[in-house]
T-cell receptor, first 112, second 113 residues
């Protein structure tokens, strides 16, 4: 158990809908990262937050957005969902000035 | 986009044998890490090597890094059935307060009894 929690574990929804994925980092970790893992794209970095501020952006679609709250938990919002958004979404956290990331168990999203 | 290409894509060995996985990347990095993933579950951090290091050990794991060739290798010695998993290399670039990881395509390791 990495200490990073993600909810929900599974999510099934329809095209065009909007969902919110939630992540709680390990105690003391200020950085939160979001990744998408799909069969065709592999593991892709989406976005990073540090202490509430966006710090790095990867291949995140405009339909997707994220934020990190004062209590350091983070949410990833996915809107106007398409079939191709079906994937495993991972959150990871890291302590200040440390390179290692600790991954949560992921949220499996299925868009029908 | 994928930074790292891993080789082989799949590897099947007998318990007790050594397993070697290779990772090549394209751009400059600050560090490189290896992660393990069991069938659709979360990633577990194995080992980190910084760009100014050449070799690191952790238990049965040995990692090398050659920045001139932009390549790394992970050696698992005396493999066990429990080592069966997918292994990913991830190159790291330091960002504001963090480390942006770009993952490779992964090697699927199967260790048979």
């Amino acid at each position: 158990d990495s200490g990073v929690t993600q909810t929900p574990k599974h999510l099934i929804t329809a095209t065009g809908q909007r969902v919110t994925l939630r992540c709680s980092p390990r105690s003391g970790d200020l950085s939160v990262y979001w990744y998408q893992q799909s069969l065709d794209q592999g593991l892709q970095f989406l976005i990073q937050y540090y202490n509430g501020e966006e710090r790095a952006k990867g291949n995140i679609l405009e339909r997707f957005s994220a934020q990190q709250f004062p209590d350091l938990h983070s949410e990833l919002n996915l809107s106007s969902l398409e079939l191709g958004d079906s994937a495993l979404y991972f959150c990871a956290s890291s302590p200040p000035s440390r390179e290692t990331q600790y991954f949560g168990p992921g949220t499996r999203l299925l868009v029908l | 986009s994928q930074q790292g290409e891993e080789d082989p894509q799949a590897l099947s060995i007998q318990e007790g044998e050594n397993a070697t996985m290779n990772c090549s990347y394209k751009t400059s990095i600050n560090n490189l890490q290896w992660y393990r993933q069991n069938s659709g579950r979360g990633l577990v951090h194995l080992i980190l090597i910084r760009s100014n290091e050449r070799e690191k050990h952790s238990g049965r794991l040995r990692v090398t890094l050659d920045t001139s060739k932009k390549s790394s290798s992970l050696l698992i010695t005396a493999s066990r059935a429990a080592d069966t998993a997918s292994y990913f290399c991830a190159t790291g670039l330091l960002t504001g307060g963090g480390n942006k990881l770009t993952f490779g395509t992964g090697t699927q390791l199967k260790v048979e009894l």
